[in-house]
């Protein structure tokens, strides 16, 4: 079983990282509705890659012996104007995400959870790919200016994930 400060992180967790999903479903369903089809596509995958991020510290905190408890999930408070939001909203996300599972590895230190701690650790190298991944899109989107041209290039280019 886990420490109860372990737990209570941990399940929170479950629920930031359905979060994520939802915002990532939302940024999808803004950039489809403005025919880009490749930062739609993009989104979507990354929703899925966050149901899969939940359902790993799901399962581990069932292999624990607890019980995850689910709560509700928040319409996504974002206000997208432009393809350049989209991914200013996606780093801004990721940056709070990236504290969250800094804080959940902070209590995992101080309850001496070792196996929390091995399993966090995964999340803490996956949050600073996601962070750089956004980041990067974001300068080149922001270096070339919303033009139609490079959106329509970023947007091909954004198509090609999981392709
Ligand atoms: Fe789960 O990594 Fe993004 O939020």
């Known amino acids: 079983m886990l420490s109860k400060k372990m737990y209570d ?4 967790q479950v629920n930031h990282e359905l ?3 939802y915002v990532y479903l939302q940024l999808a369903a803004w950039s489809a509705a403005q ?4 930062f739609a596509s993009w989104m979507k995958h990354q929703a899925e890659e966050e149901r ?7 399962d581990f905190i ?7 408890e689910l709560s509700g999930i928040d319409k996504p408070k974002l206000n997208i104007k432009s393809p350049v939001d989209v991914f200013r909203a996606s780093l801004k996300h990721e940056q709070k995400i990236t504290k969250n599972i800094h804080d959940c590895y902070t209590v995992a230190l101080a309850e001496k959870c070792y196996r929390s701690q091995v399993m966090l650790q995964w999340f803490i190298e996956e949050q600073l790919e996601e962070e750089a991944t956004a980041k990067s899109v974001l300068d080149k989107l922001e270096s ?3 033009s139609p041209s490079s959106i329509y ?4 280019e954004l198509k090609k994930r999981g392709a």
Do not use: F, Q, T
């Open 9 to 12: 992180v941990l399940n929170a």
């Open 19 to 21: 979060e994520s999903e």
């Open 35 to 38: 025919n880009l089809e490749g």
């Open 52 to 58: 899969v991020h939940a359902m790993k510290i799901h």
């Open 62 to 68: 069932i292999d624990n012996g607890n019980e995850v």
């Open 144 to 146: 070339l200016k919303d």
């Open 153 to 156: 290039w970023v947007d091909k």
